[in-house]
């Protein structure tokens, strides 16, 4: 990989986002396995500062974990746990499916990139052979004129739309993803849940996600998803 080529380099700055709501269907959720499970998780900040103390949940196929709590109660280092990111104390976290079937969405604003590429080529570039335009205007998140945008002047909301896209052509079993909802307006806010609440209605069955949002989700979101709610309070307990 050399740096001097810049989409060799772009590559590699994409692959650090590849982690690589309508109702959802609950009825088989009493008779199938949990596709993630953690026990009595304790975990710090990188220098030390206790966040999470013995957190346990089970998550189930159909289900969103929405995870709140104020600026620096560990929301986002709790994801990177999760991903293997970031180490806990103590405690298990166990997926049944596998690794690579878990999708990682971080805080767009916390990652400063710059890519020479329109939207569409930030998607080519993580699809195995020539990007499907149908599976891609499926989700609903771009319109075919959008994917000619380019990604350094697009918007919050169309790059966002993208990563989310990008996630959703990787077949994932699980979603787990950090303030995507952040900064949107309000059209931009309803196109992500859609595509959302699309992803837990398919997949037989066997799709979860996990939802970081500072401002939780309004109550017509609330009431078209199975949901669990878990607040982390870090050094404000």
């Known amino acids: 990989m050399r740096l001097n080529d810049p989409v ?4 590699r700055q994409l ?12 009825h088989d959720i009493k008779s199938q396995s949990p596709l993630l499970e953690a026990n009595n998780i304790t975990f710090s900040t990188p220098s030390g500062l206790p ?3 013995n957190i346990s949940f089970s998550l189930m196929p159909g289900q969103c974990l929405l995870v709140t709590g104020p600026n620096g109660s ?3 280092t709790f994801l990177k746990l ?3 990111l970031h180490k806990a104390g103590s405690g298990s976290i166990n997926f049944s499916v596998s690794r690579d079937k878990v999708a990682y969405f971080p805080q767009l604003q916390n990652i400063h990139v710059h890519f020479p590429l329109t939207l569409k080529d930030v998607l080519q570039i993580s699809s195995k052979g020539d990007l499907d335009l149908q599976a891609v205007l499926s989700w609903g998140l771009l319109d075919e004129t ?11 909301g169309e790059r966002n739309r993208t990563l989310l896209t990008q996630l959703l052509l990787q077949n994932p079993s699980v979603l787990i993803l950090d303030e995507p909802l952040n900064h949107l307006d309000k059209k931009s806010r309803t196109r992500m849940m859609d595509a959302i609440f699309k992803f837990l209605e398919t997949g037989n069955g066997e799709r979860a996600v996990i939802l970081v949002s500072h401002e939780g989700l309004t109550p ?11 607040e982390l309070r870090g050094n404000n307990a």
Do not use: Y
């Not at 000619?148 to 697009?154: D, M, P």
């Open 8 to 11: 060799k380099k772009t590559e």
């Open 220 to 230: 017509k979101e609330s009431s078209s998803v199975s949901l669990v709610n878990l």
């Open 82 to 84: 999760l991903v293997g």
């Open 15 to 26: 692959s650090r986002f590849s982690g690589r709501m309508r109702a959802v269907p609950t």
């Open 74 to 76: 560990g929301k986002s």
């Open 51 to 53: 966040l999470g103390d």
């Open 146 to 156: 959008q994917l000619e945008l380019a990604w350094n002047t697009s918007s919050g």
